[in-house]
């Protein structure tokens, strides 16, 4: 009896099963919620990363290799960042949401996937210069202890300076962005004596739950890449975790979709949330 051949597509969506499968069992981290035609853009791409013949060569080695299986994990968990992206949402937040957040007794924030950390010291300046140090405390999680030790790091190629700084003014910026940085080599790197502390922690939002009482979360551009259960999910720990009148800030392309009034929307266009008693489910699109 002759064997029925694969397609060339089935064949990948099953190389790309077992891969998923390997990162699961061996260093239990799970994609499989992740939303599956950006998931599977993400996957073919580490066929010519690696310089191998299909996904399903990639699978032993990770296996063997720890490093190559960190490194993997940081591709597919997309860690994009820059200074200050989107500026109209960072001018939102700071005339608007953190005044209102300084009213809270105590501050805790929490941002959520600290890519390369551009975005987590655009934080730590931002609250620098409305004055809320002295009540804060700034949580960054990711799932990569690399990308984690990276940011904590933070220094940066500075071809992309110019265009941060501009960001950083279009986001109402109140003193001399240069200043926050030292230069060297063709690179820049944070200064941090004015700004204040960072506690950089492993999460997995796919395994993980709440871990503290915050009244801001920020979660931009994670929860597009999940699929509808895994966003709920995330959804859920958001709101364990917020205090009653805590704010939510998604990505652009993010949004909830609330059938029981879970969140109050402040402004929608820059996707900004306040959290209330009842649940919701949570749509990217």
Same mark, same amino acid.
Do not use: H, M
């Given at each position: 009896m002759a064997l029925k051949r694969s397609t060339g597509c089935q064949r990948e969506q099953l190389e790309a099963d077992l891969l998923l499968h390997a990162l699961r069992e061996g260093y239990g @981290?799970?994609? +499989?919620?992740?939303? &599956?035609?950006s998931l599977i853009r993400r996957l073919r791409q580490l066929v010519a990363l690696f310089a191998v013949d299909s996904l399903a060569d990639l699978v032993p080695e990770l296996l063997r290799d720890e490093k190559m299986a960190q490194a993997i994990i940081n591709y597919v968990s997309v860690p994009v960042s820059e200074f200050f992206r989107d500026p109209a949402?960072?001018? @939102?937040?700071r005339e608007s949401v953190l005044p209102e957040l300084d009213s809270f007794p105590r501050l805790n924030i929490w941002q959520i996937g600290c890519g390369h950390g551009q975005e987590t010291w655009s934080i730590a300046i931002l609250l620098h210069e409305c004055g809320l140090a002295r009540k804060l405390r700034l949580v960054t999680t990711d799932i990569s202890g690399d990308l984690l030790a990276m940011a904590r790091r933070g220094r940066w190629p500075a071809q992309e300076f110019a265009n941060w700084r501009a =960001? @950083? !003014?279009a986001a109402g910026g109140s003193a001399h962005f240069d200043d926050y940085f030292e230069a +060297? &080599?063709?690179e820049v790197a944070i200064r941090t004596e004015r700004l204040p502390a960072i506690e950089f922690v492993e999460h997995n939002l796919v395994t993980d739950d709440a871990f503290l009482e915050?009244?801001?979360v920020i979660? &931009? =551009?994670? !929860?597009? @890449?999940?699929?509808?259960?895994l966003q709920a999910r995330a959804l859920g720990v958001f709101e364990r975790s917020l205090e009653r009148g805590g704010m939510l800030l998604l990505g652009s392309c993010e949004a909830i979709l609330d059938g029981r009034a879970a969140w109050t929307t402040m402004q929608p266009q820059l996707r900004v949330f306040r959290r209330s008693m009842a649940r919701a489910t949570c749509i990217a699109r």
């Open positions: @981290y799970d994609f +499989s919620g992740y939303a &599956r035609p949402v960072w001018k @939102y937040v =960001n @950083y !003014l +060297s &080599r063709g915050t009244q801001f979660c &931009r =551009n994670v !929860l597009i @890449y999940f699929g509808e259960a």
